[in-house]
């Protein structure tokens, strides 16, 4: 039965969230893409707890991301006001692995009746895809039965390499480790090919207080579903633990600059990569390269600080930085910057 279509089924255009917030212009957003309310399972919170919990985090926009249903994209709109933008979204939960389908149709539900030997999960990709959506490869390295991701990365958008502590106390968990070194080694042969997957961070809300911590911070033309989703999908984005955290991610050659994922043409012309934090006593800021972790850095006791690294594109095709706590946890990490 298509759950999905059921839930859209005699809903108005009008009862469904806005696909644009009014009057926001080109800017960094803030937004949790895998958020869960009681429609789904261990799900505690109602949409309208949602909405407070994710402007409590400092948030422009949350996914909605139900776990294989559809039943809430009408109950958003009445609690958002003109502040926040909520993506309509779910879950795939398959035998073999979840992703995330972002920006879907009101009342549409992607199929989840499948695992990895049956061969049919491009078929649900490209569903989306023509619907203008963006696919995510989810907690590939989740520790529970399903949660590990068994298909090829191919075909999805973006992956998501921080998950929140939907299952355990500490924020930053050994799978996201995993995810982060699994997804950093592919960086550079994806790059030299032409077609890299950028990394994303989300909550996995599932209980109070779990929201925006992480989350992604998108550059975007405007806060709008469509504007969104592109920031994602070109990589114009950084992942933090929360929005205490302030980070600013340049290579600059000359009077040329480049920031988070965009290319920086240098050949062999030096250049400077800078990396501005705020907000983050007792860290370290790390830059990585091809080659792994190339320079690393303390954070001074005032919580912000400047690192600055000279690279050529010799040297490496792409620069990205991390910034750890104290405890060494992530507090947050890049996409890469390109250089050509």
Not at 135 to 141: M, N
Not at 207 to 230: C, K, M, R, W
Not at 254 to 276: F, H, Q, T, Y
Not at 296 to 319: K, L, N, Q, R
Request: hydrophobic letters at 40%.
């Amino acid at each position: 039965m298509d759950t999905g279509d059921k839930a859209g089924r005699g809903l108005q255009v009008s009862q469904f969230p806005p696909m644009r917030v009014a009057d926001r212009g080109r800017d960094w957003y803030r937004g949790d893409c895998h958020v869960h309310s009681v429609s789904s399972d261990s799900g505690e919170l109602t949409p309208a707890q949602l909405v407070a919990g994710a402007r409590a985090a400092g948030l422009d926009f949350l996914a909605t991301t139900e776990h294989n249903a559809a039943q809430t994209y009408g109950a958003w709109s009445q609690h958002i006001g003109d502040d926040l933008l909520v993506i309509l979204g779910q879950e795939v939960v398959t035998r073999t692995g979840h992703w995330l389908a972002l920006g879907v149709r009101p009342g549409q539900i992607v199929d989840w009746r499948y695992g990895v030997r049956d061969n049919v999960v491009d078929r649900h990709l490209d569903e989306v895809h023509r619907s203008g959506g963006l696919c995510a490869a989810a907690h590939p390295h989740a520790p529970y039965a399903s949660g590990t991701f068994m298909y090829p990365y191919q075909g999805f958008d973006v992956v998501e390499v921080w998950n929140g502590q939907w299952s355990s106390d500490v924020p930053w968990q050994a799978d996201n480790e995993a995810a982060l070194a699994e997804w950093g080694r592919s960086l550079a042969a994806e790059i030299c090919a032409g077609r890299w997957r950028p990394a994303i961070g989300n909550s996995d809300t599932h209980l109070e207080n779990q929201i925006g911590s992480p989350h992604t911070v998108v550059l975007a033309d405007e806060l709008s579903v469509n504007a969104i989703l592109a920031g994602i999908r070109a990589g114009h984005s950084w992942i933090a633990a929360s929005d205490a955290i302030e980070l600013s991610f340049t290579v600059s050659a000359g009077d040329r600059r480049a920031g988070i994922g965009e290319r920086l043409k240098i050949g062999d012309e030096p250049a400077i990569a800078r990396v501005d934090v705020r907000a983050l006593p007792g860290g370290t800021v790390s830059l990585h390269t091809e080659k792994g972790k190339v320079y690393g850095e303390s954070v001074p006791d005032t919580g912000s600080g400047t690192v600055e690294w000279h690279i050529s594109a010799g040297e490496s095709a792409f620069i990205r930085t991390e910034v750890r706590d104290a405890n060494d946890h992530m507090a947050a990490l890049s996409n890469p910057i390109i250089l050509a």
